[in-house]
């Protein structure tokens, strides 16, 4: 199982450069906008703020214009000789009332008969903008320059018997709208900048809490990570999947595609589908899902054969998903016929390498006490010996690669006090083709060394291995027999068995399991006689290709 804590996603040790933290680009980006948003609506409100008072007191103005054109004392007023002692002291109250800036009454001449200034009444009336009132008969609101200065004014005719004989205007300084807009602004302004703050404070939060989330991340470690992990993912040769705890797939590399799917495409495709969804494998998803893991799980999918592991994922103590690989059988197994042949070539060169450094050592032990005539003796006997197992070798086996392993394996016998020989019948005249040249060398490799153990206990006496071989035929056979206690029926049943060993010791039981598969591939066979020596006999039986036959009668 695997287990994730917080602590785990980041390594500080592995950074990519960055100019401006996360935390800090998101309260500046989230203040910006705040204070954008802020000032458009400040203006917005400022602008409605004023265009609503402003119509609003208008509303009024007019309002109060078109009742004082309506009072009766007032048009009777306009029959009297002196209409202005009569009209100002009814207007002085509702101006007062009314809160109006100023009450004006003129007539049609525009002579004013009333004004909050009394030293006025009587002048001209100021802002020649009276013309619609007086001449259309309209109702109306102007901005004009009067004689208390710029305004906002109400414009109502008076009518008496029809005919209109005057007009009221009643307006509001600008100056004093000015300082109303401004007061309603200010205040909105506070409220605004209030909000704005307590938009910052909450950035500061947000921006904290994703800065959390994220462990500390920044944006560019993010991306960093994203590529080393997909860029590790995909160049892995083992197939990879990841499943969440729903079983939908949320990674797999090229390499699983191919084994699971015999072809490769984007792996969008296949995240976010359940793996039941793209795999006609019925049993994959049990596989795929299993919370307990799974080792080396031998299943063929398509054409190949392929080891599953399942490993569940647990993050903060909770099951998250599982992470499956995949390794091609075959290329497993040539990695292991490739390092067999390797332990096989250094065996050998170590048991010449301690033959030949025993010998020196005896040689010269003979020079020093003076024994020229045995040096020279023993130097010729091995000298023989020698040349008569590679002159056997070389006169009966075409393949070299088999002469080099049984002339290896001959030394390493003789070094060992084994009795190793090969019957002179023996014949291995055909040339074979590079897949049955590496079955054989893995095969006699594993059988010998088999048949070695098997005799060390034995008495020094007794310690003997016989080879036989042939091509005489259809096929290539090889007999390894050797002296020692031989394997028993019941076991016989087992030993070909993957992992079954007899044998002391770890790692063991794979050497004929490994040979029987690899004879069977070229269709070979693997049988065990009871020898003639008094112990196990194992008969290897190749098939020769036609080519071979016929090249070697050409």
């Known amino acids: 199982m695997i287990y994730f804590q917080k602590s785990d996603i980041k390594n500080p040790h592995i950074k990519p450069n960055v100019t401006v933290n996360l935390k800090l680009k998101m309260i500046l980006l989230i203040g910006i906008l705040i204070i954008a948003i802020v000032l458009v609506i400040g203006v917005f409100m400022n602008y409605f703020i004023s265009d609503m008072l402003e119509t609003q007191m208008g509303d009024r103005a007019l309002g109060v214009a078109e009742s004082v054109a309506h009072i009766p004392e007032l048009v009777n007023a306009f029959k009297d000789d002196n209409p202005a ?14 809160g109006a800036e100023f009450i004006v009454i003129g007539n049609a001449e525009e ?7 009394a030293a006025k009444v009587g002048g001209k009336m100021m802002g020649e ?12 609101l102007s901005k004009a320059i009067g004689s208390l200065g710029s305004s906002l004014r109400a414009k109502v005719p008076i009518y008496l018997d029809g005919n209109i004989v ?97 072809k490769q495409i984007a792996s969008d495709y296949y995240v976010g589908k359940k793996i039941q ?24 999918i398509g054409n190949n054969s392929v080891f599953i592991n399942t490993v569940p994922i647990y993050f903060e103590q909770l099951f998250i998903g599982t992470v499956s690989t995949f390794r091609n059988k075959t ?17 050998a060169l170590r048991a010449q390498t301690h033959e030949f450094s025993n010998k ?97 206990k034995n008495p020094s006496s007794n310690r003997k291995i016989s080879i036989f071989f042939t091509d005489i035929g259809d096929d290539i056979i090889f007999e390894i027999e050797d002296s020692g206690e031989g394997i028993t029926e019941k076991l016989a049943q087992k030993i070909f068995e993957q992992g079954f060993t007899s044998k002391e010791g770890t790692n063991r039981g794979f050497g004929l399991a490994l040979t029987k598969q690899l004879i069977a591939e070229v269709n070979g066979a693997l049988y065990l006689e009871e020898g003639e020596l008094g112990g196990a006999c194992f008969v290897v039986s190749i098939p020769k290709n036609p080519r071979e036959g016929t090249e070697n009668n050409a």
């Open 85 to 98: 002692s009569i009209i100002g002291p009814i207007i002085a109250p509702i101006q007062e009332v009314t």
């Open 111 to 117: 002579i004013r008969y009333a004004h909050p200034i």
């Open 129 to 140: 903008d009276n013309e619609r009132a007086l001449v259309r008969g309209e109702s109306y």
């Open 166 to 262: 005057g007009v009221v205007s009643v307006g509001f300084l600008a100056n004093d709208m000015q300082t109303i807009i401004h007061n309603y602004n200010s205040q909105l302004w506070i409220v605004l900048l209030l909000i704005a703050g307590v938009a910052v404070i909450g950035a500061i939060i947000i921006a904290s809490y994703i800065k959390k989330v994220l462990y500390g991340l920044e944006p560019e470690e993010i991306t960093h990570l994203l590529i080393q992990k997909e860029t590790i993912l995909q160049s892995t040769h083992e197939g990879i999947i990841a499943l969440n705890q729903n079983g939908m797939i949320t990674m797999i590399n090229s390499a699983a595609q191919l084994l699971l799917f015999d």
């Open 277 to 300: 969804e793209v795999s006609p494998i019925e049993h994959l998803s049990v596989l795929l899902n299993d919370v307990n893991g799974l080792s080396d799980k031998e299943i063929v």
């Open 331 to 347: 290329e497993i197994e040539s990695l292991t016929k490739e390092l067999t042949r390797v332990k096989q070539y250094a065996n």
């Open 360 to 456: 020196l050592h005896m040689i010269l032990g003979l020079l020093q006490l003076g024994k020229k005539k045995e040096v020279i003796d023993y130097i010729q006997k091995e000298s023989n010996l020698q040349k008569n197992w590679i002159r056997i070798l070389i006169r009966k086996v075409a393949d070299p690669l088999i002469s080099g392993i049984l002339l290896g394996k001959l030394n390493q016998a003789n070094e060992s006090g084994i009795d190793l020989v090969i019957h002179q019948d023996s014949i291995l005249e055909n040339q074979l083709s590079e897949k049955k040249s590496e079955v054989l060398l893995t095969t006699i490799g594993n059988l010998i060394d088999n048949a070695m153990d098997a005799v060390k």
